[in-house]
T-cell receptor
Framework: EAGVAQSPRYKIIEKRQSVAFWCNPI?????LYWYQQILGQGPKLLIQ????????DSQLPKDRFSAERLKGVDSTLKIQPAKLEDSAVYLC????????????FGPGTRLTVT | LAKTTQPISMDSYEGQEVNITCSHN???????ITWYQQFPSQGPRFIIQ???TKVTNEVASLFIPADRKSSTLSLPRVSLSDTAVYYC???????????FGAGTRLFVKA
């Protein structure tokens, strides 16, 4: 079974620029999660989708971050404008059921903001 | 939400058994205990989950005492490839709020 796919794997941008990350979850997984992982810390949940609806976005900085999951499959996470403190790995995960403890993670996108 | 406490780091040698303990004093009746493993430059990987007593799979064992206020992840005969960060999480499926702490960094030496 194919795993969670993410692209790009690496991205370097200057502050105030915009950036977008793409995620394709495991086929059949209704729930999709985006996490931010700063170096040396555990992943922090940003947003959770159930199909194409948002279940939890309480930790998403909505003034600069946005995410969508059109048609309940692929998802895109956008940052506009980026700040230096957004430098992190952005992880996408999926699960069969909503708010599951058993999630499958992609390899992540490493973002560097200069 | 039950908070978890783990050691920041642990060292071991190849072939040894490693036990990582997680404290979760405020665990709720319907909470499960879940452990994830994260290698460098990869996303976390689910390794084991349990509710009480002992759970074993091909990767690890999970020991949970009767009061469920702590749990121990046991890795038998570790190898260099077990060097990773191990995270303990607590919650119930369907209402699981995924909160990762800093985890335990395990270093396995030759």
């Amino acid at each position: 079974e194919a795993g969670v796919a993410q692209s790009p794997r690496y991205k370097i941008i200057e502050k105030r620029q915009s950036v977008a990350f793409w995620c394709n979850p495991i086929s059949g997984h209704a729930t999709l999660y985006w996490y931010q992982q700063i170096l040396g810390q555990g992943p922090k949940l940003l947003i959770q989708f159930q199909n194409n609806g948002v279940v939890d976005d309480s930790q998403l900085p909505k003034d600069r971050f946005s995410a969508e999951r059109l048609k309940g499959v692929d998802s895109t996470l956008k940052i506009q404008p980026a700040k230096l403190e957004d430098s992190a790995v952005y992880l996408c995960a999926s699960s069969v059921i909503v708010s599951s403890y058993e999630q499958y993670f992609g390899p992540g996108t490493r973002l560097t903001v200069t | 939400l039950a908070k978890t406490t783990q050691p920041i780091s642990m060292d071991s040698y190849e072939g040894q058994e490693v036990n990582i303990t997680c404290s979760h004093n405020n665990i709720a009746t319907n909470d499960y205990i879940t452990w994830y493993q994260q290698f460098p430059s990869q996303g976390p990987r689910f390794i084991i989950q349990g509710y009480k007593t002992k759970v074993t799979n091909e990767v690890a064992s999970l020991f949970i005492p009767a009061d469920r206020k702590s749990s121990t992840l046991s890795l038998p005969r570790v190898s260099l490839s077990d060097t990773a960060v191990y995270y303990c999480l607590v919650g119930n499926t369907g209402g699981f709020k995924t909160i990762f702490g800093a985890g335990t960094r395990l270093f396995v030496k030759a």
